[in-house]
């Protein structure tokens, strides 16, 4: 059996360098494919082979790998069978060994256009570029796939057929309603909001999810009147989503492939207008990469903190399963989140009786994963699991990365 000493000896010294490890990783797979092309086939053998070695090269900011590293996710030494390296896209690819894996955090390296938009960074574009002729490498998660979550219109629209899935009894998913706003300005959009069936309280957040200066700036906003106040506050293009009240509790749905695991977290406070507030009151801003709001002015709410300990009632875990098996089969990712809060006022849904609203309130792309049990371990067998069904691709044929787009899975 190949143990991490033979590793070392591969690489001829006790502490080998990042360069090293790679290529005696390469040798050694090359000696277990070499042996098991050699040996005589045996069907009534109930011996498996071992798995190889991977190697994953992974290319992210430092303060993300430092994040990942501290969480155990990016361990140089083999564990189940994938050793993780920095995969340097400064110098040659060639000259940094064989990666089987190419795992990235494209979604913070985003710059900014001259009209508004966003694209990937110049080493990024170098790095796909790249990637094109070398199919056999495993994109974790394929870029194209990653930018559905960067656009927080594109992910309202496609969250809009969340209606469509079968989920338990008396349990429906559905999206926060919202309008797209290009200004602030104009006294008609409280009646744009109103045709829109939007009622204050209002969340605001910029349209570009991610990546960027800024787009983590929000607002909680009143009344439709404190709208025009968020010119220059809030940029746009810009998303306007109706304020669920839902305890100050939303749920951290976190997704490995085909595993899924819930941690809940403090949110913002439900919402209840006290009082007549003054034009400046009548919102709040905040950074929702920082924290939240988990406490609110007086005259905003009458629930005065809010906890992580979950509520009586909580999400049911096979709807948000199914909510899973729907983003993965419409993102065609690996490692994504979603978050959730469960309405605190149910909907009048006429004959049926609906027990619970759930309401997803924003999709992520390769999370941090805080909070789970055993989370080194999914994480590892998720990228394992993608790249024997990418190499299953390439053996039909396929060119680039596999993906879960257009899997089934969700009702």
Known sequence: MHTWADIQQEASVLEPSADQLMQAIVQHNKRQLAAAASATADTASTTPSPAPLLVVGYVMKPSREEQLSTAGLLHLLPQDGLSFMPFDTTRLPEKQGHIDILLHKGSD????TADGGVVWSDRLLQLQDWLKTRFHICVVDPFENTKKVLDRLQLSLMLNQLKHVRLPSGVVARAPRYIHLDSFDGAGLPDILTSAGLHAPYIVKP??????KHSHSMALVLLDDALQQLQGQVPVPAVVQEFVNHGGVQYKVYVLGEKVFVTPRASIPDVQLNSDPPPQDQLLLFDSLGSLPTQLPAHM???????????????????LEAVAAFLRSHLGLTLFGFDVVVAQQLPVTGASSTNQ?????????????????????????ALRQCWEKHQHSCLLGGQGSWSWAGTPGYP
């Open 207 to 212: 349209l570009v999810a991610c990546g960027v």
């Open 301 to 319: 709410t009458q629930q005065q903190h809010t906890s992580t300990a979950p509520p009586a009632v909580q999400p049911d875990m096979q709807a």
């Open 357 to 381: 609203e759930l309401v997803v309130i924003d999709v992520n792309y390769f999370p941090n994963y805080r909070g789970g049990t055993d989370t080194p371990a999914l994480f590892r067998a």
């Open 109 to 112: 390296e985003l710059v900014t």
